[in-house]
C-alpha cells in the first residue's frame, strides 16, 4: 500500500491550494481518508477525514479549518482531496494523509493518527502573511 500526496507550497494569506492523495494497493471506497499536520514543536493535528455510513459519505473537520477546507474523494482515481480556501499562517505545516478500514474508523474514531494504518510521505504547505 502507498499513499502519495502532493499539492503543497507557498501561498500567500488568503490564497488556496489543493492537495490530492493517490492511492495504490488499496481502494478508498473501502477505506476512511483522513488528512493530518503537523507543525514543528507542535503534535499532530487532525485536519479532516471521509467516509461512509449506511450508503452515505461523511466528512469531518478539526475545528480550526471548518468552513475553510473540504475532502473529497474521487473514486475513479482512487484519490482523496483537500481543497484548502481562506489560508492563514497558521496553516503552515507538513499535511499527510492516512487510510484506515472503516471498520476500524467507526470503532476508533476518525480524528485519532492511531485509527490509521497507512500513511503517505507529507507535503509541506507554507502560508506567508
Known amino acids: 500500500v502507498q499513499l502519495q500526496a502532493s499539492g503543497g507550497g507557498v501561498v500567500q494569506a488568503g490564497g488556496s491550494l489543493r492537495l490530492s492523495c493517490a492511492g495504490s494497493g488499496l481502494t478508498f471506497s473501502n477505506y476512511c481518508a483522513g488528512w493530518f499536520r503537523q507543525a514543528p514543536g507542535t503534535e499532530r493535528e487532525f485536519v479532516a477525514a471521509i467516509s461512509w455510513s449506511g450508503g452515505s459519505e461523511i466528512t469531518y473537520y478539526g475545528n480550526s479549518v471548518k468552513g475553510r477546507f473540504t475532502i473529497s474523494r474521487d473514486n475513479a482515481k482512487n484519490t482523496v482531496f483537500l481543497q484548502m480556501n481562506s489560508l492563514k499562517p497558521e496553516d503552515t505545516a507538513v499535511y499527510s494523509c492516512?487510510?484506515?478500514?472503516?471498520?476500524?474508523?467507526?470503532?476508533?474514531?476518525?480524528?485519532?493518527?492511531?485509527?490509521?494504518?497507512?500513511w503517505g510521505q507529507g507535503t509541506q504547505v507554507t502560508v506567508s502573511s
Open positions: 492516512a487510510a484506515a478500514p472503516m471498520t476500524r474508523a467507526r470503532t476508533l474514531g476518525v480524528r485519532s493518527p492511531k485509527t490509521y494504518d497507512y
